[in-house]
């Protein structure tokens, strides 16, 4: 089955500063990446997708980027703020309607 | 629409007692999760229904857990006998189906088995 992995486990980042998290994942046929942003006590939340047929996409301050060959993917932060602070989950599945296997997470500091 | 509602937000038992968790998922989604967060697992699977059917209870760990989705509109979970190792918190988690992607996570039920 799908695996993914997610690096760093902690980032922090001085506020203003950009951020990037990297994940990897095993199975080929995964076509469909979200990512999700948990603050403290509330469940994951979706803030950017991407499909296998796109290698970037960008939303605001959001982009995500995706190499299939290598089968990379990651999120990056432009202009952190405080409000960014909380823990990112990349994720896998094979098609939109199928399982999302999820990374282990990262907790993101924004530093003042 | 109030979100994916969960219940209990948290529950201390003891070992060997019967736990059961509830979900009420957004009106109008027909897939369901339940996923279980650890520090050191992260985030797991652990069933799936489509349209009240579980597709996919591969995640579930062991017979002392089951699933159930009686109707659109309601699913359990439930551990018997609990462990301390079943210590966590679960989400639930709906969406609209094939070709939506996202899903709509509940705050979660943080148990602790003692």
């Known amino acids: 089955g799908e695996n993914v992995e997610q690096h760093p486990s902690t980032l922090s980042v001085q506020e203003g500063d950009s951020a990037v998290i990297k994940c990897t994942y095993s199975d080929s046929a995964s076509n469909y990446f979200p990512w999700y942003k948990q603050e403290l006590g509330k469940g994951p939340q979706l803030i950017i997708d991407i499909r296998s047929n796109v290698g970037e996409k960008k939303d605001q301050r959001i982009a995500v980027t995706l190499n299939k060959t290598a089968k990379h993917f990651s999120l990056h932060i432009t202009e952190t703020q405080p409000e960014d602070s909380a823990v990112y989950f990349c994720a896998a599945s094979r098609n939109r309607d199928d399982k999302i296997i999820f990374g282990k997470g990262t907790r993101l500091h924004i530093l003042p | 629409d109030a979100g994916v509602i969960q219940s209990p937000r948290h529950e201390v038992t003891e070992m060997g007692q019967e736990v059961t968790l509830r979900c009420k998922p957004i009106s109008g989604h027909n897939s369901l999760f339940w996923y279980r967060q650890t520090m050191m697992r992260g985030l797991e699977l652990l069933i799936y229904?489509?349209?009240?059917?579980?597709?996919?209870d591969s995640g579930m760990p062991e017979d002392r857990f089951s699933a159930k989705m009686p109707n659109a509109s309601f699913s359990t979970l439930k551990i018997q006998p609990s462990e301390p190792r079943d210590s966590a918190v679960y989400f639930c988690?709906?969406?609209?189906?094939?070709?939506?992607?996202?899903?709509?996570f509940g705050e979660g039920s943080r148990l602790t088995v003692l």
């Open positions: 229904f489509n349209n009240n059917v579980p597709i996919d």
């Open positions: 988690a709906s969406s609209f189906g094939p070709n939506t992607g996202e899903l709509f």
